[in-house]
């Protein structure tokens, strides 16, 4: 808060208007990581306890899908937990920035993480919906045969998971938005 | 530039130098949209040339891969055309900042749809990737059978296409880092 003081002595009103702007900035900042923590985490635990069994088995083969059948789907947790864990760890700047709305080292290295991470997020949902995109429909010249056909519940249930991410990603894109104002207002 | 020469006014030596380090930013933001505009508008290009014949034709099917036969890697072209038809779009905005190192809303604007075409590319390459896998390796338990083993050709350009569009991620992460640099430094 030193440096502030300083500064305020310089431009008082002005300062003060900037600084409030700025902690709103950063107020909107928090909430939007902590529901994309939720968004994220939420995606992560509702595809890594998908699993289904089909109530007959033939011949030697107990019919069985679960999430970690598809490597995709494997990527997509963990890029989710990942995600996550970084947006929770990430809370504590967030904080320091609405308490020191003058901070910009921590904003432009959370503004990188950020991107990368908003990368990694989109990079596991749209592999997973692509999977997804297959499991439902199939594909006619590659053979490759829709699996929901049987597995109805499993399929519901992994398209869904793949809400959390996305809005995971749109939330991503707001919090870059905001850090950039944040830094144009300092 | 009028601003600008208020500004000047008042600490002539200091906003000197600041200019300086902002034009070093924008200048090199310039640089890094027109590398990835060539990385994706390549992409685009070798993914939308793509097909493969084989060499025989059984019964009354002659066996032909297109890039358009999975709706994937449609996405993945015109994701990628979207994207490098920005990154020339936004080159004026670019020069517009080398020339005035002071502007801030372009600023903004850019960062915002940096990331958001930073989501769209990443969504487009890793969903291609998450099929591409697929045709390589197949999936066992989905009873979706590797494709490669017949279009070899046809996997390797789909596989290489993909490293241009990987390259732009890379690029629009450096990107949105440079913006939020030159924000904090006006």
């Given amino acids: 808060m030193k440096g502030g003081g300083v500064e305020v002595g310089v431009a008082a009103k002005d300062s003060t208007q900037r600084n409030g702007v700025n902690r709103g900035v950063s107020i909107l900042d928090f909430i939007l990581r902590l529901l994309g923590f939720i968004a994220t985490l939420g995606s992560a635990i509702a595809m890594a306890t998908t699993n289904e069994s089909l109530p007959f088995f033939t011949r030697f083969i107990r019919f069985r899908a679960e999430y970690d059948d598809l490597p995709t789907f494997t990527f997509f947790v963990i890029a989710n937990a990942i995600v996550s864990g970084y947006l929770i760890l990430s809370l504590p700047f967030s904080i320091i920035h609405i ?5 910009q080292k921590t904003r432009i290295l959370l503004i990188f993480f950020d991107s990368a991470m908003l990368g990694l997020l989109t990079a596991g949902a749209s592999a997973a919906a692509a999977i997804v995109y297959l499991a439902h429909k199939g594909n006619r010249k590659a053979n490759w045969f829709a699996i929901c056909q ?3 519940s499993f399929c519901e ?3 869904g998971s793949l809400i959390g991410s996305f809005i995971g990603v749109v939330l991503f894109i707001l919090i870059i938005l905001s850090s950039g104002v944040a830094l144009s207002r300092r």
């Fill in 157 to 159: 249930r992994i398209s």
């Fill in 99 to 103: 308490v020191r709305s003058k901070a």
């Fill in 150 to 152: 049987q597995f109805n």
